[in-house]
Each structure stands twice: as structure tokens, then as C-alpha cells.
């Protein structure tokens, strides 16, 4: 399924952090359905290097999350590992 270990660590590290976004935000959210934090746990996964880099000083790329140029966005270096 994946072409090396690297890469299914990836993996499943990512599943982890949606899973846990999904529980933050059931809890969090009252009459959230499940399907819906999942949804939601999962793209807030799939972007968190666009989250990392929003919190830190460029909101403008959150206008990017699902479009074509979050592949753009996501190869941004948060600035505290620039410094």
C-alpha cells in the first residue's frame, strides 16, 4: 500500500491527529454529528502544515484549504523553523 515504512508512518500519524480532532470537536461542539467531526478531523489533518503557518502570521493561507493550490501552501515553512 505505501512504498516505504516512512511513508505508512506518515500515515498513520495523520489518521491519529484526525482522530483526535474528531474527539476534540465532538466534545466541543455540542450536536456535531460524528460523520461530520470525522470530516473535519481529517482535512484539519491533512492541513495542518497550512494550520501551523496561519497561526503563525499568515492567515491568508487558510483561504487555500482545499483548493488547488494547498499543495502551494502546504510546502510553506512555518516561520519558527525559519529562524
Known amino acids: 500500500m505505501f512504498d516505504s515504512k516512512k511513508d505508512a508512518d506518515a500515515h498513520d500519524k495523520m489518521l491519529e491527529l484526525a482522530e483526535n480532532f474528531s474527539l476534540f470537536l465532538e466534545k466541543q461542539i455540542e450536536g456535531i454529528s460524528e460523520q461530520d467531526a470525522e470530516n473535519i478531523g481529517l482535512l484539519l489533518s491533512r492541513s495542518k502544515d497550512v494550520l501551523v503557518a496561519a497561526c503563525k502570521g499568515k492567515p ?7 483548493s488547488e493550490d494547498q499543495e502551494e501552501a502546504s510546502n510553506v515553512t512555518p516561520l519558527a523553523a525559519k529562524a
Do not use: D, F
Open 60 to 66: 491568508e493561507l487558510l483561504l487555500n484549504i482545499g
